[in-house]
């Protein structure tokens, strides 16, 4: 089910990249500058999508160390896809007002969440191996955990950004993900987590 639901929230939030009413090129004009005003719409969507990805990523190598289920897990797990629903939405606002801080930080603030419900259920999952394989190293718990909080970080890094600096610009810092995950595998595979 998370991965139709992820495919879904993914598909839907391209629409969030509004096409209606596209002028005709003006004397002079170009392709071009017809484009320019979908870049920022673009870029949103791009960002959300390639987070989701990574939250899936994330979520698909932590189950497959699930030995069981129960409905703290369960509640858990669809309070985070009800935040992925919203991202659609988030990237919307975000779209259409980014030199608003608040804008710029719903979008942050709901990938923080869905990051956060995700951190959760896998530090419940794997508290005292509760549902995961025992031969689960402690090691791997742990960088498993460290990967999920990154975007959380991120995203508070991103918030803080827009209201002290600059909301146009916070967007941007969502790619200090990649480093930030290069950093850790790396350290993980050096530490054979």
């Not at 987070?51 to 703290?72: E, G």
């Not at 991120?154 to 950004?161: A, E, R, Y």
Request: glycine residues 6%; charged residues 10%; aromatic residues 14%.
């Amino acid at each position: 089910m998370t991965d139709g639901f992820y495919a879904i929230v993914i598909t839907i939030g391209v629409l969030t990249i509004n096409d209606e009413g596209i002028p005709p090129i003006p004397p002079g004009g170009t392709f071009l500058d017809i484009l320019l005003p979908f870049i920022p719409a673009v870029i949103n969507y791009a960002i959300a999508f390639f987070i989701l990805v990574a939250f899936w990523i994330i979520h698909y190598r932590q189950t497959r160390s699930l030995r069981h289920v129960d409905n703290t897990y369960i509640w858990l797990h669809f309070l985070g896809l009800f935040f992925v629903a919203l991202v659609p939405f988030t990237i919307s606002i975000n779209s259409g007002f980014e030199s608003y801080p608040l804008a710029v930080s719903l979008l942050a603030a709901n990938l923080m969440v869905i990051g956060i419900f995700g951190a959760a259920s896998w530090a419940y999952a794997s508290g005292n191996h509760r549902l995961i394989e025992k031969e689960v190293s402690q090691e791997r718990i742990d960088m498993a955990l460290r990967r999920s909080l990154v975007t959380p970080f991120i995203c508070i890094l991103v918030i803080i950004f827009a209201f002290a600096i600059s909301p146009e610009n916070a967007n941007w810092l969502y790619i200090l993900i990649i480093p930030l995950m290069i950093y850790l595998k790396r350290k993980s595979a050096l530490s054979g987590a």
